[in-house]
């Protein structure tokens, strides 16, 4: 299965960007998924920013509270992250992927990601 992320950027700090992953499983395996937003900077291990379950509950990591929001679209199959008040330690790759019961276990293959970059 294909996760595709796109719309990164290049941002000033305070400012917005939504990202969107669109994902390639069937609609009804795409419904039962839990996703994840993950982001990853050069050394450092990818670590989750924000997931969205079936049910549409929602998760954030402490420093996305209040500033990001995650949300789907069964519809499209596809994964949205809206990040507000960007900040430089903000940059990152980010990526989506479906969350397999085990912890810290991803479903499918890595995308791509896209990259984020705040500017100070």
């Known amino acids: 299965v294909q996760l595709q992320a796109s719309g990164g950027g290049l941002v000033q700090a305070g400012g917005s960007l939504k990202l969107s992953c669109a994902c390639a499983?069937?609609?009804?395996?795409?419904?039962?998924?839990?996703f994840g937003w993950y982001r990853q900077t050069p050394g450092k291990q990818r670590e989750l920013v924000a997931s969205?379950?079936?049910?549409?509950?929602?998760d954030y990591a402490d420093y996305a509270k209040g500033r990001f929001t995650v949300s789907r679209d069964n519809a499209k199959n596809s994964v949205y992250l809206q990040m507000n008040s960007l900040k430089p330690e903000d940059t990152a790759v980010y990526y989506c992927?479906?969350?397999?019961?085990?912890?810290?276990?991803?479903?499918?293959?890595w995308g791509q990601g896209t990259q984020v970059t705040v500017s100070s």
């Open positions: 992927n479906a969350l397999h019961q085990f912890p810290g276990m991803v479903v499918y293959p």
């Open positions: 499983a069937s609609k009804r395996t795409f419904r039962l998924n839990n």
């Open positions: 969205v379950n079936s049910d549409g509950s929602t």
